[in-house]
């Protein structure tokens, strides 16, 4: 078991993670419908149909985080997709197409080894909210501990993404 505030650490940051991606492939349809076939891992003509289907997983997970009843589903769910966007870069990494947009940006931003790992480390994440929390009671401290935590997970989400752009710019 682990304890309530993790659960709903993770809960909360794999719903900002999800929420905000699926939202962002929902209001640049086309250029992320373009993203996934560039990636060529499903033939053509599935490619609108996928691009649909994963932004209603993206936003489903968001929203089913949120529950303690389908958290576990959802954050193994998460876990899933994110692997499978990680072996997507990987395959095209491995064909030597290092041009494709990760797709996980605003701004595009060609797939690296780095996003690859950094894809399984959320996985990871989520995997632990897959985990049973445990029913102690809330304290005060627990609320502003979780605060703390969803002011501080999106600085350091963005400043990994930098991170990675300024690598990709050196190399």
Request: charged content about 15%; overall charge positive.
């Amino acid at each position: 078991m682990i304890d309530p505030v993790i659960s709903w650490l993770i809960a909360a940051s794999g719903a900002l993670l999800f929420g905000t991606a699926g939202l962002h492939k929902l209001r640049t349809w086309e250029q992320f419908r373009v993203t996934l076939e560039d990636y060529r891992v499903l033939p053509r003509a599935l490619t609108s149909s996928a691009a649909f289907l994963v932004i209603l997983l993206e936003c489903g997970i968001a929203l089913g985080v949120l529950w303690p009843q389908t958290r576990g589903l959802c954050c193994l769910s998460g876990a899933v997709l994110l692997l499978v966007y990680a072996s997507s870069m990987a395959v095209n990494l491995a064909r030597g197409r290092r041009s494709i947009d990760c797709g996980c940006s605003l701004r595009p931003r060609p797939i690296q080894g780095v996003m690859i790992m950094r894809n399984a480390v959320l996985a990871a994440w989520l995997l632990v909210g897959w985990l049973p929390s445990g029913d102690r009671p809330w304290a005060w401290t627990d609320g502003l501990t979780l605060a703390a935590a969803l002011l501080v997970a999106p600085m350091l989400y963005a400043s990994l993404d930098t991170l990675l752009e300024t690598q990709w710019h050196r190399s």
